[in-house]
């Protein structure tokens, strides 16, 4: 995976400072409360909501048990209806073969429609230290991209921007991209969406080469589908003569028909639209109609890893609708920057750690990021039991060790011996009673006092229980 991300400090002391920005908070509380509402009334309108989230959850477990099969017969239709397949095992064999196919073209700029594979592997810091330019055409990428940020949001990259944060960006930004903003623009959300339709248009008509992700692939027919609210993605789809599509593996479905139950879940829990304004779907290539020329490359990057995993597989059932990030309150207090990832809250806490490895401080420490609390799992449309790869992760992270991992190991192997051992407990008891006086009120150590802060450590007895039973029952 791409390191873009990496290098931030843990999950805990990232979060730490982003609870004490106010309007981050106010931002994220604002957003999040309005889309899950929002969603919940959508999703009531379905009285076979339930039986559409056991049968997505179905589909998914059953390509996932039979992925190499669904893949190999995706690969053949996208050949039979004039596309090229390229199998990519990491991120820089992805973003070698994207390079490669871009300068074949002899172009230097492409525009690229919302794909988190694509974030996820770096392609676009690839591609402009090789002398190739990468304009994002979603609003909200684009914002993030001229505000040289970071996505936060899943479904909304620029969920912690207000529309006075993003006036100014358009102001300041746009010219030395393209079209620079309009003189006097206002924080009204049609001024600023007009502002970026101009500065996009331009881009639309001269680009040669489009880059975009898929929300599904139908191994069928070798059709892939994006759903998208702007109708910038059809755009891209449409206009460049190349068309190159990175899009993870997982994301296959083995049949037309399957499409039916991920088109009525996906809106509902992501936009909490009925359906998509722009469904965009296409199977390989035509004469006269989109790109003379399609190419699909297939990432892994850490996914067959995941697969091998019986338990935490689960997470490759994620259609990125983002309604886990929406009803999590740890998200909403820290924000998705805290993650140190392009996959942000409670799928991020499980999806990521599995795709990279716990090897990183960060990593690590994102099995932790949430209370299990267990509302992600309640709202999830495949039913992706988070809490519990959350727990069989953080036992993972437990076993390969670290220096707070083998202080508790060190500890609880202590304690195991003490409890074996019944007369150097009564002596532990008699003495820690009798030294009562001396013990401190928190807890030595750093993680061991961001506890102890904000708890109160009970007052221990002036006898041990043993002693006082002795004395009055026997």
Same mark, same amino acid.
């Given at each position: 995976?791409?390191?873009?991300?990496?290098?931030?400090?843990?999950?805990?002391?990232?979060?730490?400072?982003?609870?004490? +920005?106010?309007?981050?908070?106010?931002?994220?509380?604002?957003?999040?409360?309005?889309?899950? +509402?929002?969603?919940?009334?959508?999703?009531? =309108?379905?009285?076979?909501?339930?039986?559409?989230?056991?049968?997505?959850?179905?589909?998914?477990?059953?390509?996932?048990?039979?992925?190499?099969?669904?893949?190999?017969?995706?690969?053949?239709?996208?050949?039979?209806?004039?596309?090229?397949?390229?199998?990519?095992?990491?991120?820089?064999?992805?973003?070698?073969? &994207?390079?490669?196919?871009?300068?074949?073209?002899?172009?230097?700029?492409?525009?690229?429609?919302?794909?988190?594979?694509?974030?996820?592997?770096?392609?676009?810091?690839?591609? =402009?230290?090789?002398?190739?330019?990468?304009?994002?055409?979603?609003?909200?990428?684009?914002?993030?991209?001229?505000?040289?940020?970071?996505?936060?949001?899943?479904?909304?990259?620029?969920?912690?921007?207000?529309?006075?944060?993003?006036?100014?960006?358009?102001?300041?930004?746009?010219?030395?991209?393209?079209?620079?903003?309009?003189?006097?623009?206002?924080? !009204?959300?049609?001024?600023?969406?007009?502002?970026?339709?101009?500065?996009?248009?331009?881009?639309?008509?001269?680009?040669?080469?489009?880059?975009?992700?898929?929300?599904?692939?139908?191994?069928?027919?070798?059709?892939?589908?994006?759903?998208?609210? =702007?109708?910038?993605?059809?755009?891209?789809?449409?206009?460049?003569?190349?068309?190159?599509?990175?899009?993870?593996?997982?994301?296959?479905?083995?049949?037309?028909?399957?499409?039916?139950?991920?088109?009525?879940?996906?809106?509902?829990?992501?936009?909490?639209?009925?359906?998509?304004? %722009?469904?965009?779907?296409?199977?390989?290539?035509?004469?006269?109609?989109?790109?003379?020329?399609?190419?699909?490359?297939?990432?892994?990057?850490?996914?067959?890893?995941?697969?091998?995993?019986?338990?935490?597989?689960?997470?490759?059932?994620?259609?990125?609708?983002?309604?886990?990030?929406?009803?999590?309150?740890?998200?909403?207090?820290?924000?998705?920057?805290? %993650?140190?990832?392009?996959?942000?809250?409670?799928?991020?806490?499980?999806?990521?750690?599995?795709?990279?490895?716990?090897?990183?401080?960060?990593?690590?420490?994102?099995?932790?990021?949430?209370?299990?609390?267990?509302?992600?799992?309640?709202?999830?449309?495949?039913?992706?039991?988070?809490?519990? &790869?959350?727990?069989?992760?953080?036992?993972?992270?437990?076993? =390969?060790?670290?220096?707070?991992?083998?202080?508790?190991?060190?500890?609880?192997?202590?304690?195991?011996? &003490?409890?074996?051992?019944?007369?150097?407990?009564?002596?532990?008891?008699?003495?820690?009673?009798? !030294?009562?006086?001396?013990?401190?009120?928190?807890?030595?150590?750093?993680?061991?006092?961001?506890?102890?802060?904000?708890? +109160?450590?009970?007052?221990?007895?002036?006898?041990?229980?043993?002693?006082?039973?002795?004395?009055?029952?026997?």
């Amino acid at each position: 995976m791409s390191g873009t991300f990496l290098g931030m400090p843990a999950f805990p002391k990232a979060a730490h400072e982003a609870v004490r +920005d106010e309007r981050l908070r106010a931002n994220l509380r604002h957003a999040t409360h309005t889309i899950r +509402d929002k969603r919940a009334r959508a999703v009531a =309108e379905l009285d076979d909501w339930a039986a559409l989230r056991e049968a997505g959850k179905r589909i998914k477990d059953q390509t996932l048990r039979h992925l190499d099969t669904h893949l190999i017969r995706l690969e053949e239709s996208v050949t039979a209806a004039g596309g090229t397949v390229h199998w990519a095992a990491d991120a820089a064999e992805a973003n070698r073969m &994207v390079t490669e196919l871009v300068r074949a073209t002899g172009e230097t700029e492409v525009v690229k429609v919302k794909s988190m594979a694509t974030q996820e592997i770096g392609l676009n810091e690839h591609l =402009e230290a090789e002398g190739i330019a990468a304009y994002e055409t979603d609003l909200a990428e684009l914002i993030v991209q001229l505000g040289e940020d970071r996505p936060s949001h899943i479904l909304v990259p620029a969920i912690h921007r207000n529309r006075g944060e993003i006036r100014d960006i358009f102001r300041e930004k746009m010219g030395s991209w393209g079209r620079p903003a309009p003189e006097g623009l206002s924080d !009204t959300p049609a001024e600023l969406a007009e502002a970026a339709r101009l500065h996009l248009r331009e881009k639309f008509l001269r680009a040669k080469v489009g880059i975009s992700g898929a929300n599904f692939m139908v191994a069928e027919t070798g059709t892939l589908v994006v759903v998208e609210s =702007e109708g910038n993605g059809r755009m891209c789809l449409t206009l460049p003569e190349t068309l190159i599509s990175v899009v993870g593996i997982e994301k296959v479905v083995p049949t037309w028909r399957d499409l039916e139950v991920f088109l009525q879940t996906l809106p509902r829990s992501s936009t909490a639209e009925r359906m998509n304004p %722009y469904t965009s779907m296409w199977t390989g290539t035509t004469d006269g109609d989109g790109p003379s020329t399609f190419h699909l490359v297939l990432l892994d990057n850490g996914r067959t890893d995941a697969l091998a995993d019986e338990v935490g597989r689960q997470a490759l059932r994620c259609i990125r609708c983002s309604a886990c990030l929406n009803v999590c309150p740890v998200y909403e207090r820290a924000g998705g920057h805290a %993650y140190g990832s392009v996959y942000p809250g409670p799928i991020g806490a499980i999806l990521t750690p599995q795709l990279r490895g716990t090897t990183s401080e960060i990593d690590a420490s994102l099995p932790y990021a949430s209370s299990l609390c267990g509302a992600c799992y309640e709202v999830c449309p495949v039913a992706i039991d988070i809490p519990e &790869v959350l727990v069989h992760l953080r036992e993972r992270v437990a076993e =390969e060790g670290g220096k707070g991992h083998r202080l508790e190991r060190a500890a609880i192997k202590a304690s195991t011996w &003490v409890l074996d051992h019944p007369g150097v407990l009564a002596a532990g008891e008699r003495l820690a009673s009798r !030294t009562r006086a001396l013990h401190p009120r928190r807890l030595p150590g750093p993680g061991a006092r961001q506890w102890s802060d904000h708890r +109160d450590l009970p007052e221990l007895p002036a006898e041990p229980f043993r002693d006082w039973w002795r004395k009055n029952r026997t």
